[in-house]
């Protein structure tokens, strides 16, 4: 059983950065493709960006160059960089891990953390 937590949400004014970050325990992490995802109130989860085990990354056009996806696979951690931060960011972001070495394999999510962009 794979576990994900997520860190690093808050408050921040447009134009603001964050750094979210994800620990990933209980399993061997370079097995998982991870993704981070989001959600706004009254609006379906979207994925933000993904990075698969070797490092090849994708992102939502919302995202893409303001945001970096990166992880560490020596400490289990994946990392979301956010720059230019807009009103539009605000949601709770999720970090998704999704096994790889089997088709249609289990995927995991943590709990969320809260990004909120105000003035």
Known sequence: ????????????????????????????????DMRWYR????????LVAG???????????????????SRDNANNMLYLQ???????DTAVYYCNAAFRLVAGGPVYWGRGT???VSS
């Open 39 to 46: 959600q706004a109130p009254g609006k379906e989860r979207e």
């Open 82 to 88: 956010m720059n230019s931060l807009k009103f539009e």
């Open 114 to 116: 809260q990004v909120t």
């Open 51 to 69: 990075i698969t085990t070797a490092g090849n990354t994708n992102y939502a056009d919302s995202g893409k160059g303001r945001f970096t996806i």
């Open 1 to 32: 059983q794979l576990r994900l937590v997520e860190s690093g949400g808050g408050l921040v004014q447009p134009g603001g950065s964050l750094r979210l970050a994800c620990v990933v325990s209980g399993s061997t992490f370079i097995n998982y």
